[in-house]
């Protein structure tokens, strides 16, 4: 199964409706900058997280996508 990684703009009209169990979700917010969910048991804390662990993510995921 493939890990997917959300990011999604705090002004996106619609969150993700769809999520495997596995996936990671992002929300990207120019106030409070990068905050992570705990949806998929991410492999960094949930909560805010800093530009090195988003590079994590990425690094990890096999697909992204944005919202």
Known sequence: ???RLHLVRTRATAEPA????????????DQRGLRLAP??????P????DHAQL???LERAD?????
């Open 63 to 67: 697909l992204v996508v944005t919202w």
């Open 1 to 3: 199964m493939r890990q």
């Open 18 to 29: 769809v999520l495997d169990d596995r996936d990671w979700v992002v929300y990207l917010n």
């Open 46 to 49: 949930a909560g805010p997280i």
């Open 39 to 44: 949806h998929g048991a991410p492999p960094v």
């Open 55 to 57: 590079v994590q993510l």
